[in-house]
């Protein structure tokens, strides 16, 4: 078979095939398949994502749309900081991508960076997303399971900036995973770790203006008669705590919408 025949054959597979995958399509042994592979790569037409596992085509691969591969047979599904940035709810970009999974904690450094992988219970395995990139955690499911992880290694969530909540964020969806932990320490740490990282909200997620009003008022935590005393540009309709700082540099007022909300969500938070 020439090498053209094989690369359509691997083609064919899938964007992510094993060496051995690889061989029993083309019916060839292990070492064979491997040097025909190394050769694929030399032309431009494979790259070797790790030890015997292979991307077959001209680019490399999303690293999202490997993590089935890595942790076959057991599923996964990207999750914690990987999630937040995918939402846009951080800006920051994570040095790992970080993976929930039913295999075993460890790490898998590829030449696509290296693959975080957290183990979790089956009773709390789930809430993704199918998007073009692969398994994602909803934005409350990687809340859940940063938390969640964190508590399981006596700690709560550390390092994590402040948070963009989208719109429709559900809170509630968050204490459904939360109920479903077997033991009671565990759940009251990963409820105050995602206590943690809400808090972090300016109830904010977008802070500035009729904006913050209107998302106080959806939490039930700014009164309906409140308005705010400035009107930010329509361009900073969604605006991070570090575009207040530049409006209390020109000397404008902070939002009493927002203030108030921080305040009595700090106080709602307390309560519980």
Known sequence: MSRLAAYSTLERLGPIVSTAEAAAALRRTASSTSRLLRGLEEVG?????????????????DPFAIVAELTR??????????????????????????????????????????????????????????TGRGRVATPEKAVFDLSYVSAVHAGRPRGIPELDLPTGFDPKAIDHWVNRIDSARLA?????????????????????????????????????????????????????????????????????????????????????
């Not at 590829?110 to 997303?129: D, N, R, S, V």
Request: aromatic letters at 6%; proline letters at 6%; a positive charge.
């Open 45 to 61: 037409r494979a790259h070797r994502v790790r030890t015997g596992l292979w991307a077959i085509g001209l680019n490399r691969p």
């Open 73 to 130: 047979p057991h599923p996964a599904y990207v999750s914690f900081l990987s999630a937040l940035n995918h939402h846009g709810m951080i800006d920051q970009i994570p040095r790992e991508f970080s993976v929930a999974s039913l295999d075993r904690a460890h790490r898998i450094k590829t030449i696509l960076g290296t693959f975080a992988i957290h183990h979790l219970a089956p009773e709390l395995f789930g809430g993704w997303q199918e």
């Open 188 to 272: 009251t740490m990963t409820r105050l770790g995602v206590d943690h990282m809400l808090a972090r909200w300016d109830l904010d997620g977008e802070c500035c203006g009729d904006t913050a009003v209107r998302v106080g008022r959806r939490q039930g935590v700014v009164s309906a008669d409140a308005s705010p005393t400035f009107e930010p540009p329509a361009s900073h309709a969604r605006c991070p705590r570090r575009h207040h700082r530049e409006w209390h540099a020109r000397g404008l007022a902070a939002c009493p919408g927002a203030r108030a909300s921080r305040a009595q969500w700090a106080g709602r938070i307390a309560d519980r």
